[in-house]
């Protein structure tokens, strides 16, 4: 049994350090490839990895009603979502440590959308838990004053990517329980990068010309930021539960803020270190008086799932 739960907290492990590095190693392709090629390559080429495996495993099959289903979150989270978190770093004045903090502050939003959709009832240690993970982002956003509305861009396209990501939590979670997390994400992937197409035809996006460092940096987005760390979180939350896997958005924002301020050159602001901490407190207050009765089922996706 012990042996069993090092390998689950193995896999949150390798998730916690490659969701940390999406946004550092997205900022460094801004001058490379647009924000939507880079959205659309990040989760079509994640798509079929994970298709690869429902293929390998002959659990690719697929109604008509889960397809749809499929669609709608898909383009919510993939189309919406994380276009709004990949444009946050595509911004002049962008901060890959700002956009990191402000997104993993969504278990807050997940938070509002079940209390409106699925009427749970918000107690007064999460409504504590919203009022302390709201300060933190409204700190954040404290710091872009000075900067007039360019300023605020960047933190205010996280910030959205955030409330649509909690938005796709609450309605994929309905859908995991009943086709299982691996083959919801497959081709929600899928459909919502498939969505991106049109995106195209009215940005006149050219084709990005990438030398070997950024191919390989697309890859490592797309193959491990987006399939392989997918693979272990839900491996994670099988033996784990949801609980413990809530620990991967506790740690994140530190983690990856740490990353921006030694590979990018980041400065730790005293907005960005209050910001994040009260961030995190409140995403903890929200998870923990949240998830009580609330666990999926082993194999389910997790409320707190992230797809970056």
Known sequence: ??????????????????????????KTL???????????????IGGTVLLVILLAKREAAITGKELLWCIGIGIIN???????????????????SVSAVIFSSNPIFVCVFAALI???????????GLFIGIVGILTMFYEKLGGGLPGFKSPLFALLSAILYGLFTVLGRKVSSRMGSLKMN?????????????????????????????????LYLAVFVTGVAYIAYFKGLSVLGTTNGSLVFFLKPALASLIAIIFLNEKATLNLLIGTILIIAGVVIVVRFGN?????????????????
């Open 1 to 26: 049994m012990g042996k069993t739960k090092g390998i689950g907290y193995l896999c949150l492990l390798v998730t916690l350090f490659f969701f940390s590095t999406f946004e550092v190693v997205s």
């Open 30 to 44: 801004v001058d490379r490839i647009d924000s939507y090629q880079m959205n659309f390559l990040r989760f079509f």
């Open 78 to 96: 993939v189309t919406l979502s994380m276009n709004f978190l990949q444009l946050s770093l595509y911004m002049p004045d962008a901060k890959a």
């Open 118 to 128: 699925d009427k749970e009832k918000i107690s007064v240690q999460k409504l504590a």
């Open 186 to 218: 497959t081709y929600c992937f899928l459909a919502g990068s498939l969505a991106m197409l049109p995106l195209f035809l009215f940005t006149n996006s050219k084709m990005p010309v990438l030398d070997g460092m950024a191919i390989v940096k697309v």
């Open 292 to 308: 009580r009765g609330n666990d999926f089922n082993k194999g389910d996706v997790s409320q707190k799932a992230e797809t970056a």
